[in-house]
C-alpha cells in the first residue's frame, strides 16, 4: 500500500514513492571531506563554475550543483541573487 506523505520542495510538492528507509550515512571516508588537495581541487573548480555563471547571467547567483561519482560538477539550478 503506497502511502503518500508531501513536504515543501520548493515551489511544488513532492511526494515519496516508496515508504522511506532509516539509514546511517557515513561520509567520514570521503574524498571530499578526507583529503585536503582534492577538496582544494574541487573547491577551485566550484569557484571558477560560479565566476562563470555570474559573468553570463550577469549578477550574483544563487547556484545549485552536485559533484558525481565521477567528480563531474553539475548545475542544478541558477537564479539571481536578492
Known amino acids: ?4 506523505r508531501y513536504a515543501g520542495a520548493g515551489l511544488f510538492d513532492s ?7 532509516c539509514k546511517v550515512a557515513d561520509y567520514s571516508s570521503d574524498r571530499l571531506l578526507a583529503d585536503p588537495a582534492y577538496q582544494h581541487s574541487m ?7 560560479s565566476m ?4 553570463l547571467m550577469g549578477s550574483a547567483q544563487d547556484i545549485e550543483g552536485v559533484l ?12 539571481p541573487q536578492v
Not at 15 to 21: I, L, R, T, V
Not at 52 to 55: K, L, T, V, Y
Open 43 to 49: 573547491l577551485v573548480s566550484i569557484g571558477i563554475a
Open 1 to 4: 500500500m503506497l502511502t503518500c
Open 52 to 55: 562563470q555563471i555570474e559573468q
Open 15 to 21: 511526494a515519496q514513492s516508496a515508504e522511506p528507509q
Open 68 to 79: 558525481d561519482c565521477n567528480d563531474v560538477l553539475h548545475i542544478v539550478q541558477t537564479r
